[in-house]
């Protein structure tokens, strides 16, 4: 086993016993007793864009949605299913509970030292992929309504020099790297400008992001992160769902399958960790991992299907690898980790696959 792979195994073993550490626990319920607006967030593959880490929220809050660019086609086999459990996991809630509410975060990304170090999806062209993921908001108010009653999307820029959040409401936007004397209050009346017709409990569950941010921004910017660190340095690629325990800024690209064709994201991904691979010694002598994995929730059928569903996203994903980025397995150390996420423990349960089977 190479030593990215036996990492990402250990790595994954640490996060479940912090998740499930009496601490976490308590973290996370208090979080979620007090903020029931559900969550959901779509990103980009890169790795930079890790929005718990960069709001401070803890692990297991929110629902991720990963793709390149964060480019996703509401229609596509892959996501409408997504799509419509979400808003449908809403309406359970509000029939069960009387009152539950949900945001959709659409994010891109950018850098503001460099343009190379924007959306490698977009050609770096943050415009266009601000301009795309506007788009992908209209999407979501277009299924989900454009009163906003029970699901709200929000536009999200995430500026990953400083880590910093971009909230572009009504004609306005907020950007908290500007705003670090801000206190509570002052966020929640900008908010509440920008969001005119969002419900108070949705304002007050969409403030901790941002004030969970001001803090975080404040740290990185004592910090003063290296360049290098600020660049692609992911050895891994991550098909599939279940990543949340991954969480490492810069160490994976993540792969959905929410776009039609999502095997072209793979390839690119594959790419990517080759070139960086080539580009620092460091990285390639450590070696490089695919990972597919299937979240689930329930024992039994659940768990099982989950397991049809990694193998399958390996099978093809490992084929694609080798057929369009072949040199990353001929110069290097790849290897594939298939498993299941269970998602009461975030422990991964790996199934024992040796690739050559694939032929
Ligand atoms: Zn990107």
Redesign the pocket.
């Known amino acids: 086993m190479n030593d990215n792979t036996n990492f990402l195994i250990e790595h994954n073993k640490r996060q479940s016993k912090d998740f499930l550490s009496p601490d976490q626990v308590q973290k996370r319920e208090d979080y979620q007793r007090q903020h029931k607006t559900d969550v959901m967030i779509t990103k ?3 790795g930079r864009v890790n929005v718990p880490v960069i709001t401070g929220i803890p692990m297991g809050v929110f629902a991720p949605y990963r793709s ?3 480019v996703f086609d509401i229609g596509s086999p892959g996501f409408a299913p997504h799509v419509r459990g979400f808003y449908e996991h809403v309406r359970g809630r509000r029939i069960k509970e009387g009152e539950a509410n949900g945001i959709v975060i659409n994010t891109y ?1 950018f850098s503001k030292g460099s343009r190379e170090r924007g ?4 050609g770096f062209d943050t415009e266009r992929a601000c301009k795309c993921t506007k788009l992908l908001r209209g999407d979501f108010e277009e299924v989900y309504g454009k009163a906003h009653a029970h699901v709200y999307p929000v536009c999200v820029g995430v500026e990953t020099d400083e880590d910093a959040l971009v909230i572009h409401g009504e004609g306005k936007t907020l950007d908290v790297s500007e705003h670090l004397g801000y206190s509570e209050e002052d966020f929640r009346r900008e908010l509440r400008l920008m969001f005119p017709d969002m419900k108070d409990v949705v304002l007050e569950d969409l403030l901790p992001l941002v004030v969970g941010n001001r803090a975080h921004v404040e740290k990185v910017k004592k910090e003063h992160k290296p360049i290098v660190e600020l660049d692609h340095r992911e050895s891994t690629i991550a098909v599939g769902r279940g990543f949340d325990w991954l969480h490492l800024v810069n160490h994976a690209l993540i792969v959905g399958t929410f776009n039609v064709d999502w095997l072209h994201e793979v390839s690119v991904a594959a790419h990517i960790v080759h070139e960086n691979l080539k580009r620092e010694p460091e990285l390639a002598a450590k070696g490089a991992t695919l990972i597919a994995s299937a979240p689930y929730r329930k024992p039994g059928v659940d768990a099982a299907v989950s397991r049809q569903k990694a193998m399958s996203m390996a099978r093809a994903a490992w084929a694609r690898v080798k057929k369009n980025e072949p040199g990353l397995l001929e110069n290097f150390k790849l290897e594939l980790l298939v498993g299941t996420l269970d998602r009461n423990t975030m422990l991964m349960d790996w199934i024992d696959v040796d690739p050559e089977s694939f032929e």
């Open positions: 980009c593959m890169d390149m660019g964060a990304h959306c490698k999806g977009f």
